[in-house]
Nanobody, 115 residues
Framework: QVQLVEFGGGLVQPGGSLRLSCVFSGSLFRFYVMGWYRQAPGKQRELVAGITNGGMTNYADSVKGRFTISRDNAKSTVYLQMNSLKPEDTAVYYC?????????WGQGTQVTVSS
């Protein structure tokens, strides 16, 4: 059974930084494709960043150059470093673990960017 727990959300001023962490409980973390998604009020959940089991990354256009996803297989943890945050980054951020055909989700962590 896979469980995902996110940490690191909070309130930050525009231009600030946050680092989200997602701890994976279960087996074979290194084989999973990991991702961060977000959902703002009244909007659909969207992919923010993903990282394959081989370390290849992809990002939404809106966060390229500002966010960095990484993983530590020894710690079964995936990170999202968020810099130069904007009010439009405000959302609940969810961690996702994917290995065909299964998808697992964390409970989400709130990120609010406001002065």
């Amino acid at each position: 059974q896979v469980q995902l727990v996110e940490f690191g959300g909070g309130l930050v001023q525009p231009g600030g930084s946050l680092r989200l962490s997602c701890v994976f409980s279960g087996s074979l973390f290194r084989f999973y494709v990991m991702g961060w998604y977000r959902q703002a009020p009244g909007k659909q959940r969207e992919l923010v960043a993903g990282i394959t089991n081989g370390g290849m990354t992809n990002y939404a256009d809106s966060v390229k150059g500002r966010f960095t996803i990484s993983r530590d297989n020894a710690k079964s943890t995936v990170y999202l470093q968020m810099n130069s945050l904007k009010p439009e980054d405000t959302a609940v951020y969810y961690c996702n673990a994917h290995i065909t055909p299964a998808d697992y989700w964390g409970q989400g962590t709130q990120v609010t960017v406001s002065s």
